[in-house]
């Protein structure tokens, strides 16, 4: 992966604004070398392609519905069309107010079609709450939207949203385990990869949020023994969920670098950006990050100052596929890429890959932690298993492309504050 550098000194700078920023920089400024101006105009452009609609569709009724630890979304129209969302229950199980206070009441009786200007209005009404607090729960509602657009206008998500550029999704595994020396973590990775034919895996490295590492000095036994493990056609990534100072972050990024690791995923606690980019400015190797970043500007700012040269927004945390598009696009003109975090819950893999289906800049795998068996399904389109090249199919049916069992959904009891 090329990881873009350009070397500016104040004396250099074109824009008047940027000029007046680095004249209090460092003398050497490593930018992705694109204007904020051009980002903000990525920004403005509609996602949504709303030219598929030629008549308003009003919301008539948008319900959280609940069965045990599963939690959906329905809307349906005035004609009687439907949409469903898969929520993340993790985090929606204590959320579930913000969604039936805060955001179900701004969908109801508007036009789906103007689906991105309810989002800003949710978004006006609720900034105070900005997180995956509020984010989520607009998501949800939002995927839902999106599913019954889809089912109308006989696209799947990812065509409402852009152009198909991706039909089948390369993927890694990600490895959640911690806390155990470096073997026995070798043995878990073996395990969970098993017979799958992975050509990339990640795994993690440090405690989490720069809590104490168990046991000490596991990771730096780790990232050469799984690179010597697997050998040199396996894409390694490692992630330290923010795990290292910026001085410990180099430390671990140059021992990947000499093991020709792929990204190393938030080396330092995510919203230290100050610290992400002094790592990203040390090292040769990629940085990613994002899966927590809640703000659009935040994500310009890395961006536009080069801190992050992978971006990884994920569809729930961030309030959506319309927003990530945003940051897609914008990762997409400083020529950095783009790889979702996935939302290991419910049927976040469809949601994933429905996202990189549209990515010119997609990274080269994405994450897969694993199906859900909880849900009763078809899909008419794809098989959802993992081919021998270890790829999925991305469903091509309208909307989500699944069909969820009738029968499971009635279960569900609907969710009032
Ligand atoms: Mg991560």
Redesign the pocket.
Known sequence: MDRRKFFKSAGFSLAGGSLLLNSCAPAEVMDSGISYSHLDEILSRPVLKKELFTDPVIIEQVSLLRYGGSILCRVVSSDGAEGISVSNDLYMTSLYPIFVQRVQPHFTGKDAVQLEEIMKDVYLYNYKLQGLALWLPLATAEMAVLDMLGKIAGKSMGELIGDIHHTSIPLYLANDNRGRSAEESLARIRENIGDWPFKALKFKVAGRMHSEEHPPGRSEKLIPLVRETFGNEMTLYT?A?GGYSVKEAIKTGKLMEEYNYGYF??PVPFDWYEGTKQVADALDMPLAGG?QEPSLFNFRWMIKNNALQVV?PDQFYFGGMIRSVQVARMADAAGIQCTP?MSGRGLGYLYMMHFVSVLPNAASFHEFKGFSQRFEMECPTSSLTIDEEGEIKVPTGPGLGVIIDPDFIEKHQIVKA
């Open positions: 992630d969920n995923e938030e899966e990884q975090h």
